[in-house]
């Protein structure tokens, strides 16, 4: 059973089936009127702005401009990022809202028994990262940003078929 929760209003929906949370999720993205963030803790009423760091594989993390709430426009990302979350994960645009991801079979694996949670906001609340175009993975926030739903996802929700298995 999953709950798509509207915090605005404190209402609950229940729906069930294999891929619902990522079929409301696709609906309002293609809205275009929000962006998403996916987390596994799924009580949070407020998100603060943290700290971004850029990873590469032998480097010191690097900051990635100023604290902020990261968002994206694309549903997907926010249901990998709630649910892969162990091991070598990764993911890519091409700019054009085509999107390509990267695991680990150890994260995978520790995804199927996962429950994560998709914090759904106003995108006008959001920019896209500064020199970037409107197409790009992370929208940000300086401010505190107050989620209007918060969407379930599960393993069936994520995009299996574009997750490529890396080496753990």
Known sequence: MKKIFNTEFYSEQESEGGKE????????????????????VGDIEELEPRQAHNYKEGEEP???????????????????????????????????????????????????????????????????KAGAPEASMGWRSEHVAKSLFIVEVHYNDLALNNIEIIEN
Request: glycine share 10%.
């Open 62 to 128: 690097q900051e990635d401009g100023p604290p902020a709430v990261v968002a994206s426009p694309y549903a997907d990302i926010a249901i990998f990022r709630a649910l892969v979350r162990k091991d070598k994960t990764g993911f890519e645009s091409d700019g054009k809202g085509n999107l390509h991801f990267r695991a680990s079979s150890g994260a995978l694996k520790s995804a199927k028994d996962a429950v994560g949670y998709v914090y759904v906001f106003d995108k006008t609340n959001f920019q896209p």
């Open 21 to 40: 949370g990522s079929k409301k999720l696709h609906e309002l993205e293609k809205m275009g009127k929000y962006v998403f963030h996916g987390s596994p």
